[in-house]
């Protein structure tokens, strides 16, 4: 089975240094920090828009199929904390029905998802090879690749991420326009394997 997905994320996740004529995200702007809360806002597809320089992408119209809650804390604040050694951050999402758990490492050069935990399905999956989500420092046509792994009773994941930042300029929104914002594109692809058979190809871009 393929699944092919394409989505917009928009959060107050990439808050960007103004220092420069383009915009920058680094580990100093961007890592969260305990204790950190936004909302994220999940929509329908929308078409991502042009790629390049001092782009204006229109916005304003979209509107939220649903809210989610992202509360960022030590893992030892989370239930699952011993199953991620190597997590130095953690967050909980929580939405009108669930709450799952993403555990970090997050430094000066990398912000990684280390595992994730989704106590409704009884799903804990430690990456043994994290992917590295963000490469500090990051910006206009910036990109790199990334390798990922999971491993975990007779389960695994194992597949890419590709990243680039191909876009910067200003977003309108339906509460008003951002300006200096880069654009990252995700494109990921993974096999999930169960006691060695495939059950599933994952792609997206994000």
Not at 61 to 90: E, K, R
């Amino acid at each position: 089975m393929k699944k092919i997905t394409f989505s917009i994320i928009l959060s107050v996740l990439f808050i960007l240094e103004r220092t420069y004529a383009q915009p920058t995200i680094s580990a100093a702007t961007n890592n969260p920090t305990v204790g950190e809360m936004f909302t994220q806002y999940q929509i329908g597809y929308e078409d991502p828009g042009a790629s390049g320089a001092n782009i204006t992408w229109d916005f304003s119209g979209i509107i939220s199929l649903q809210t989610l809650t992202n509360t960022f804390m030590l893992p030892s604040a989370t239930p699952y904390a011993s199953t991620f050694p190597n997590a130095n951050l953690a967050s909980s999402v929580t939405s009108s029905s669930s709450t799952y758990y993403y555990y970090f490492i997050a430094n000066s050069t990398n912000y990684s998802i280390a595992g994730i935990d989704i106590p409704a399905s009884s799903a804990t999956m430690p990456y043994s090879d994290p992917e590295n989500m963000l490469q500090y420092t990051m910006t206009y046509n910036t990109s790199y690749t990334d390798n990922f792994a999971c491993t975990v009773s007779g389960y695994d994941r194992h597949g890419n991420v590709s990243v680039v930042a191909d876009a910067y300029g200003t977003l309108n929104m339906p509460y008003g326009s951002v300006t200096n914002v880069l654009r990252l594109k995700f494109s990921e692809t993974y096999a999930d394997y169960m006691s060695g058979t495939a059950i599933t190809n994952y792609t997206s871009n994000t």
